[in-house]
Nanobody, 125 residues
Framework: VQLQASGGGLVQAGGSLRLSCAAS????????VGWFRQAPGKERELVGY????????YYSDSVKGRFTISRDNAKKMVDLQMNNLKPEDSAVYFC???????????????????WGQGTQVTVSS
């Protein structure tokens, strides 16, 4: 599957942005999909995911209550609505598909099968 992310930009703290990721390929509905982010000098970290069976939605503690992931299998899209943005949310955001979820519900970047290109999100204070 190929992933194409869009929607990044510059926003003031407290503002909102919506990232979109369009997928191509026939197996999109069979994959867990989600978003990671990577700030300068830091490791790529999981933001959240939406499981392939639509049962599990995971958010990292740092974004819980502010970010919302949605997926549309018919359109092969996965979106990330980001509200109440903070300067520490500034990073390059990557959509991802097909990754391994551990017993704790977490997924590492190393487990990701497919990456989209990154889109920059910058939140000014």
């Amino acid at each position: 599957v190929q992933l194409q992310a869009s929607g990044g930009g510059l926003v003031q703290a407290g503002g909102s942005l919506r990232l979109s990721c369009a997928a191509s390929g026939r197996s999109f509905s069979a994959y867990t999909v989600g978003w990671f982010r990577q700030a300068p000098g830091k490791e790529r970290e999981l933001v959240g995911y939406f499981s392939w069976d639509n049962v599990s939605i995971y958010y990292s503690d740092s974004v819980k209550g502010r970010f919302t992931i949605s997926r549309d299998n018919a359109k092969k899209m996965v979106d990330l609505q980001m509200n109440n943005l903070k300067p520490e949310d500034s990073a390059v955001y990557f959509c991802a598909a097909q990754f391994v979820i551990d017993r704790g519900g977490y997924a590492s970047a190393a487990s990701v099968g497919y990456w989209g290109q990154g889109t920059q999100v910058t939140v000014s204070s």
